[in-house]
């Protein structure tokens, strides 16, 4: 980082906001649902978590599902539990609420506290709902997760802000964390530790933001803050990937953790073993994918220590005393000093090495899944935000479904935004090749990403 010092400040405050909360990590056979507005509905977040724990344990079957609906509020969410949320049998239930509960631009008008308390009470009565269905869950972990932010603070040409809206999303939180606290479930809060995120970097950028152009959607940076902020309350700060550390002078091993070396040989001019991790590096990705999305997921890595706590994959070698060329496969990764060996060198920051090119793939796959999951969400907002407004709970592929859609397109622009997904969505043999279709890529990310023995060999360079 080029501010060590304000990075570490970032750190030290992150860790005792987040070290205070605490979720229990995800076990194989899970089916853990995220329920949430349009900022889960058309976010990464979840997906990121995923890929994650695709990586890191790879004997794990794990089913994550996206359970948002843009423009939802906790009674929404209350209307759809049973044909959305429970339809998935869900072992684990994260739910977040709070950005379209508190209100908007009502916050610069006349009466903005009275709106306020008015905005809240309707989301902790609507809420008060939602809790008596949850404690009627069997087998179920529940966990509230306080919404991220809205972003009073950025300076965002062409955006006034909504002033003290966060204040009254905050109130919202505050009732979640009490709920947990009283029913014996678990609470995470990004909004603190996102709007710390935000104020910090703003004091050199005025301009920067987690929380995307509009102040409320985050960008694919911010929803891997928002990962990271929840993997690390899982406890999964400080896990390596893999760590390795030879001495080579002896051509033995002085430690491993999470692989297994073999075979240590070394000559003159070459040191080589065999290298056999139980996990795979996290592949950051570069590219910015989503709905109006500019940045990529890699950018938070300048935001959050995410590769300093949960993406090590070290090799130490000491006792050299030239420049070695390190190849891994056969295939030359780079070469370093005595001395970076020596003091470590993070494979899991080095896009390509075999095994992170294998964990690109898994990411590859993992975003096209993404993808498909995508249009059953649009399909569910036709279905819940759309019909079920007016009443209609059975068959919506009928000619007066589709009639009903017809007649109000050009009043609702999001209707009219989804209905040629919706003419494809309404036949149940169309929703079955894409659900084929998302099987297929899961069981292909299954398929390769368990690690594989790799070859590392150092080559002295003259």
Request: charged share 25%.
């Amino acid at each position: 980082m080029k501010n060590t010092f304000f990075f570490t400040l970032l750190l030290l405050f992150l860790n005792t906001i987040v070290n205070a909360q605490q979720i229990t990590p995800f076990k194989d056979g899970d089916r853990a649902v995220f329920l949430g507005n349009s900022i889960t509905d058309g976010g990464h977040y979840h997906s990121y978590i995923w890929l994650y724990y695709m990586t890191r344990f790879p004997d794990m079957r794990l089913t994550v599902f996206n359970a948002g609906i843009g423009g939802d509020q906790v009674i929404d969410m209350v209307k759809r539990l049973d044909g959305d949320v429970f339809s998935k049998r869900p072992t684990v239930l994260i739910t977040t609420f709070g950005m379209n509960d508190s209100g908007y631009s009502e916050y610069n008008g006349d009466q903005p506290e009275k709106f306020a308390d008015e905005k809240v009470e309707a989301s902790y009565n609507a809420y008060k709902q939602m809790e008596t269905r949850f404690k009627d869950l069997v087998n179920t972990q529940i966990v509230l997760m306080g919404s991220s932010p809205y972003d009073e603070t950025a300076v965002i040409e062409g955006n006034t802000p909504f002033r003290n809206k966060n204040k009254a999303m905050l109130r919202i939180v505050e009732f979640q964390k009490e709920s947990a606290q009283k029913n014996g479930w678990q609470f995470i809060d990004l909004n603190q530790p996102m709007t710390a995120l935000n104020q910090q970097f703003q004091q050199k950028d005025p301009t920067f933001t987690l929380c995307g152009k509009d102040r409320i959607h985050p960008d694919n940076d911010g929803h891997m803050v928002m990962a990271y902020l929840f993997l690390k309350a899982q406890g999964f700060a400080g896990i390596e990937v893999a760590g390795i550390n030879i001495d080579a002078s002896k051509a033995s091993l002085i430690s491993c953790s999470n692989c297994e070396i073999t075979d240590i040989k070394k000559t003159s001019t070459r040191l080589s073993f065999d290298y056999l991790a139980n996990a795979l590096p996290y592949p950051l990705d570069t590219m910015a994918r989503g709905w109006e999305c500019k940045k990529s997921q890699a950018e938070a890595a300048e935001m959050v220590p995410f590769i300093e706590e949960m993406n090590k994959e070290m090799l130490t070698v000491k006792g050299l005393n030239s420049n070695y060329k390190l190849l891994i496969d056969e295939e030359e990764i780079g070469t370093w000093t005595a001395d970076e060996y020596a003091k470590g060198i993070n494979l899991a920051t080095l896009s390509n090495t075999p095994q992170y090119q294998q964990a690109l793939r898994i990411m590859f796959l993992n975003e096209e899944r993404w993808e498909i999951e995508r249009r059953f969400r649009e399909y569910a907002w036709i279905k819940f935000n759309f019909f079920l407004s007016k009443g209609i709970t059975g068959d919506i592929s009928t000619r007066d479904a589709i009639k009903m859609v017809d007649d109000n397109i050009e009043t609702n622009f999001w209707l009219k935004v989804k209905r040629d997904l919706y003419s494809k969505a309404m036949y149940p043999e169309i929703r079955k090749a894409w659900q084929d279709e998302m099987d297929l890529l899961l069981s292909a990310i299954y398929d390769i990403n368990a690690p594989v023995k790799r070859k590392i060999t150092l080559i002295k360079v003259n």
